[in-house]
């Protein structure tokens, strides 16, 4: 989480969707940055009202707006997928190194005790208050990020350069048609945000 005073603006760090790059870029124009580990870099909204905002309410001035990414959800499985395939996990109970794409969106799905590998959240966490709804003021696609940077960069009033960072290695993340269906309908309500969030600044 990143916090600009003059300009207002509070951006979440949804995991998976760019953070550490837009973490590298602004962190210096931050006034207040929340990173490295990830309980405290990635706070989500809820966290931020409840804990975050009361610290800011004494400075006074317009309210801050909040500006967070979301990604289409089936690529955002397929990334945390390749993300604890990686090296440098082989051996963890977190790891997927040894398990297919189809056994982990299908352990992803199951209810009560998943594999721990499995034991993801939804994007949607990330942006509900405390009243369980949508209520970040600004969300883009993560396949918009020009968009986001262009907003970013007409906000704190600088040019923005992203550079690739975090990134997973390859795998095989091919779904039957029967799973992907099954994973898509499952996820419908995070497409429907997805859908809903802006790909214009």
């Given at each position: 989480m990143?916090i600009?005073?003059?300009?207002?603006?509070?951006l979440?760090?949804?995991?998976?969707?760019?953070?550490t790059?837009l973490?590298?870029?602004?962190?210096?124009?931050?006034?207040?940055?929340?990173?490295?580990?990830?309980?405290?870099?990635?706070l989500?909204?809820?966290?931020?009202?409840?804990r975050?905002?009361p610290?800011?309410?004494?400075?006074?001035?317009?309210?801050?707006?909040?500006?967070?990414?979301v990604?289409?959800?089936?690529?955002?499985l397929?990334?945390?997928y390749?993300?604890?395939?990686?090296?440098?996990?082989?051996?963890?109970?977190n790891?997927t190194?040894?398990?297919?794409?189809e056994?982990?969106?299908?352990?992803?799905?199951?209810p009560?005790?998943?594999p721990?590998?499995?034991r993801?959240?939804r994007?949607s966490?990330?942006?509900?208050?405390?009243?369980?709804a949508?209520?970040?003021?600004h969300?883009?696609?993560?396949e918009?990020?020009?968009?986001?940077?262009?907003?970013?960069?007409?906000?704190?009033?600088?040019?923005?350069?992203?550079?690739?960072?975090?990134?997973?290695?390859?795998?095989?993340?091919?779904l039957?048609p029967?799973a992907?269906?099954?994973?898509r309908?499952?996820?419908?309500?995070?497409?429907?945000?997805?859908?809903?969030a802006?790909?214009v600044?």
């Amino acid at each position: 989480m990143l916090i600009f005073l003059k300009p207002r603006l509070v951006l979440l760090s949804v995991p998976k969707t760019g953070t550490t790059a837009l973490e590298e870029a602004l962190s210096p124009q931050a006034e207040i940055a929340f990173r490295s580990r990830p309980e405290i870099k990635h706070l989500n909204l809820r966290q931020y009202l409840n804990r975050i905002r009361p610290l800011l309410n004494p400075l006074g001035g317009p309210e801050f707006e909040t500006v967070a990414v979301v990604r289409e959800p089936l690529d955002w499985l397929r990334s945390w997928y390749r993300f604890r395939a990686r090296d440098g996990l082989i051996g963890h109970a977190n790891s997927t190194a040894h398990v297919s794409f189809e056994a982990f969106a299908a352990d992803y799905l199951r209810p009560g005790n998943r594999p721990e590998y499995a034991r993801l959240g939804r994007q949607s966490e990330f942006l509900i208050d405390n009243d369980g709804a949508i209520a970040v003021d600004h969300v883009f696609r993560y396949e918009a990020m020009p968009a986001l940077v262009e907003f970013l960069s007409q906000r704190l009033g600088t040019r923005i350069a992203l550079r690739r960072r975090n990134v997973s290695p390859q795998a095989t993340t091919d779904l039957p048609p029967a799973a992907e269906a099954r994973l898509r309908e499952a996820l419908a309500p995070e497409y429907a945000i997805w859908q809903a969030a802006r790909q214009v600044p």
